[in-house]
């Protein structure tokens, strides 16, 4: 199983920019859809955006389709997360997470390995 530390998280002001980065350890990570889910305070965990083991296929969700761009580099075990134009209610705990099969992120939303997560806050 792999383990998993985002990072890339803080302060930026409404229409910025940040990269969130997930590394994973383990030499399994290839084998592993990857994803990206947001709590937000006094809300719900909620998918954002999700990538296969190959990185063929990805799935986002509505609210950020076309901001955000899922990516992976197999070589470095790193998945990450690009926020464009970002919003104020784009704030809130970024966690990364991984699972054997990309349906149980992007469809189930119940994967089996998470990160600690990492906090973007964005000002309006």
């Known amino acids: 199983q792999v383990q998993l530390v985002e990072s890339g998280g803080g302060l930026v002001q409404a229409g910025g920019s940040l990269r969130l980065s997930c590394a994973a350890s383990?030499?399994?990570?290839?084998?592993?859809?990857m994803g990206w889910f947001r709590q937000a305070p006094g809300k719900e965990r909620e998918f954002v955006a999700a990538?296969?083991?190959?990185?063929?296929?990805?799935y986002y969700a509505d609210s950020v389709k076309g901001r955000f761009t899922i990516s992976r580099d197999n070589a470095k075990n790193t998945v990450y997360l690009q926020m464009n134009s970002l919003k104020p209610e784009d704030t809130a705990v970024y966690y990364c997470?991984?699972?054997?099969?990309?349906?149980?992120?992007?469809?189930?939303?119940?994967?089996?390995?998470w990160g600690q997560g990492t906090l973007v806050t964005v000002s309006s």
């Open positions: 383990g030499r399994t990570f290839s084998s592993y859809a």
């Open positions: 997470a991984a699972d054997r099969l990309l349906r149980t992120i992007a469809v189930v939303r119940s994967p089996e390995v």
């Open positions: 990538i296969s083991w190959s990185g063929d296929n990805t």
